[in-house]
């Protein structure tokens, strides 16, 4: 099962996330001038999917972010747009969901 989620359909970005069930999660950005940013995280490396707020001097912005074992920084989805919480949610819990299957059937037997 791949989740794939379209957040940033702007003039600048197209913003989406993949998940392969037991592979990892690609996060891939593509402007429009044909640019594009691709990182895998192997789905052993992940060690949590979180929402983290990010703070400027006139703003609050939220990501979608993944914490990973082989990292102190974080993976961070979807880094060009600040989506909002309405958006975020459903991918978190979505891929949350995914997460905690893979690591339940991964560690069997």
């Known amino acids: 099962m791949n989740l794939y989620s379209n957040i940033g359909d702007r003039l600048d970005c ?3 996330v993949l ?7 690609l996060l891939m950005s593509r402007r429009c ?12 490396d992940i ?7 990010s703070l ?3 703003n609050i912005h939220v990501h ?10 974080l993976a961070v989805a979807f880094s060009t747009l600040s989506p909002g919480l309405k958006v975020l949610i ?3 819990r979505e891929l949350q969901q995914m997460l905690d299957g893979s690591s339940s059937t ?3 037997g």
């Open 19 to 25: 998940y392969s069930r037991g592979v990892g999660v």
């Open 106 to 108: 991964s560690h069997k």
């Open 56 to 58: 400027t001097t006139t």
């Open 90 to 92: 459903p991918v978190y």
């Open 33 to 44: 001038w044909g640019g594009c940013c691709q990182t895998f995280l192997d789905l052993q």
């Open 64 to 73: 979608l972010v993944f914490l990973l074992h082989s990292s102190d920084e």
């Open 14 to 16: 197209l913003v989406q």
């Open 47 to 53: 060690h949590s999917v979180l929402i983290n707020e």
